[in-house]
């Protein structure tokens, strides 16, 4: 999609040619005076004034709608007009959190609005104006969300009748002269991250292997000299010791396979980086301890931390953050056959822990740990893992947040931080040693899997074994990086969290998360 910028005042936009003129407008400023002296009224442009009058609705039918589409837009040289209701609030750089939830919000309703209307009617290219001055943090979060709600997953549809797209092919964004202007090219380059992990999250399990992540990771590596890629096959890893790890894929015919991406950013090739993990579970059908088949075609959603991890880098490389990141991919499939693990089995793992195996329905857990031990040789200012991990993150958190823990309190706080600036939310819970207790195995160092227990907790406490006095954090996205029975289920998230926390590191010259107990 082409994106254009220019100076197009309110007043004068009934001159843009166009498929289809958007204004965002707030309704109750169509048809209310200014609240106090305090709120000067802003000028409506005759052009606007024309049309309303024209409009077979009053005023209180208008103020309710959500937005109202003009086919006969005989006041303007565009061909359509579609009003987008939305509120005065324009500014987005320095409001509270909530608000700037709530703006993003908005707006990505009134992208969806705009994609899906003029999608109706055709409408190739557009032209977004608003007679509020906006900042630029507004127009960047606008771009991004027209953006993303443009995206649309066909590529196995056959005839276009089928297919679902958007019609919109460019869309010129009118700022106001002393507006600054957003930067395009930020936008793109987010929007193809995010467009590359919905695309690998989406793809289904027979097309999307193991083997698959790899060739991607490479091509990727490929395409830019900031990034290299290693990808250990199942006899390396075997040879490795990652027993946990290569365990989970025994059942599989697809070939367990680790991609580990560098991405070299910082002007000292050798300052710590960021180590961030994603489970890529290609196909998970539990193993042995096979799911209930009623849903189990999400399952090809188990792979939306390697697909997230993988965004990430399609992201820095073309941004150039100047900072280090290594991104590693844990990826297999767990299918039952004769040469599946079992329950009962008891597995070393690569930092010489022994593991019984409960369920081999936790077994993301089994390839994460091993790729934390493997991480630690980096000597990594922090590692992150990102994980499909429990269902019992959905019973607690839902959709609306990631669940977050962490053995480090600055390191939470900060990522904390990064989803409430980004609109891309994660909520701490603790890891305390009363959760501990599940864990515990009367054969081995530990259990994969608690009884009457916090899954999503206990999960997290497992993993917490393996970091050792590296600071890390753990990020379960099972209820908010897809969407259980909807249309492009895969969200992206936490992509924009963990990009707004990479970035807020490659500006900050020294960052350390000292390893302390978490006090949620």
């Not at 002269?177 to 467009?195: D, M, Q, V, W």
């Not at 999503?456 to 406490?461: D, P």
Request: aromatic share 8%.
């Amino acid at each position: 999609m082409k994106i254009d910028v220019r100076n197009i005042p309110f007043s004068e936009a009934h001159l843009c040619k166009a498929d289809c003129l958007v204004a965002l407008v707030d309704f109750d400023w169509l048809y209310t005076a200014p609240a106090s002296t305090e709120q000067p009224a802003i000028h409506k442009p005759d052009w606007l004034i024309e049309q309303i009058k024209a409009l077979p609705f009053n005023g209180q039918e208008i103020i309710k709608s959500k937005h109202l589409l003009i086919s006969e837009a005989f006041t303007i040289k565009a061909k359509r007009l579609l009003l987008a209701n939305t509120n005065r609030n324009n500014n987005l750089a320095n409001c509270p959190p909530e608000t700037a939830s709530n703006i993003r919000q908005s707006l990505a309703h009134i992208a969806d609005t705009i994609c899906t209307q003029l999608s109706n009617v055709n409408a190739k290219h557009i032209c977004v104006v608003a007679p509020f001055a906006t900042d630029s943090a507004y127009t960047q979060a606008l771009i991004d969300a027209l953006l993303f709600a443009s995206y649309r997953f066909n590529d196995f549809k056959t005839t276009a009748q089928n297919a679902n797209p958007v019609s919109i092919k460019a869309i010129t964004l009118g700022v106001e002269y002393n507006e600054l202007a957003p930067n395009t090219e930020l936008a793109l380059a987010i929007h193809r991250g995010k467009s590359m992990t919905r695309d690998l999250a989406n793809l289904p399990g027979n097309i999307c292997t193991p083997s698959y992540f790899a060739q991607c990771a490479e091509a990727l590596a490929a395409t830019s000299p900031l990034l290299t890629t290693e990808v250990f096959d199942e006899a390396t890893l075997t040879d490795m010791g990652m027993g946990a790890y290569v365990a989970v894929g025994q059942g599989s015919a697809q070939p367990t396979c680790m991609p580990v991406m560098h991405y070299r950013g910082a002007l000292d090739p050798i300052k710590p980086g960021i180590v961030l993990i994603g489970k890529g579970i290609t196909f998970d059908t539990g193993g042995i301890t096979l799911k209930q088949p009623p849903g189990m075609q999400n399952m090809i959603y188990d792979m939306c931390g390697g697909a997230t991890v993988m965004g990430i880098m399609t992201a820095l490389t073309e941004l150039r953050l100047p900072i280090n990141v290594i991104g590693i991919i844990a990826t297999a499939e767990n299918m039952p056959d004769g040469n599946a693990f079992r329950p009962g089995d008891i597995l070393t793992t690569l930092s010489g822990q022994t593991v019984e195996v409960i369920s081999t329905d936790a077994e993301g857990r089994l390839v994460l740990c091993d790729a934390i031990t493997y991480a630690q040789q980096f000597n990594p200012a922090a590692i992150i893992d990102i994980a499909t991990l429990t269902g019992a993150h959905i019973v607690s958190l839902g959709s609306h947040a990631s669940g977050l823990m962490s053995n480090s309190q600055l390191l939470s706080d900060a990522l904390i931080a990064a989803g409430e600036q980004s609109s891309d939310r994660a909520w701490a819970m603790p890891i305390w040693d009363e959760y501990q207790e599940p864990l515990d195995s009367f054969a081995a160092d530990m259990r994969n899997s608690g009884s009457n227990s916090p899954g999503m907790i206990t999960a997290g406490c497992f993993l917490s074994r393996f970091a050792g006095n590296t600071p890390w954090a753990h990020l379960d996205i099972a209820g908010t990086s897809f969407q259980y029975g909807k249309g492009n289920s895969a969200t992206s998230r936490p992509f924009s969290l963990l990009l707004a926390f990479l970035t807020q590191c490659s500006e900050t010259r020294e960052y350390r998360w000292p390893v302390s107990p978490v006090l949620y």
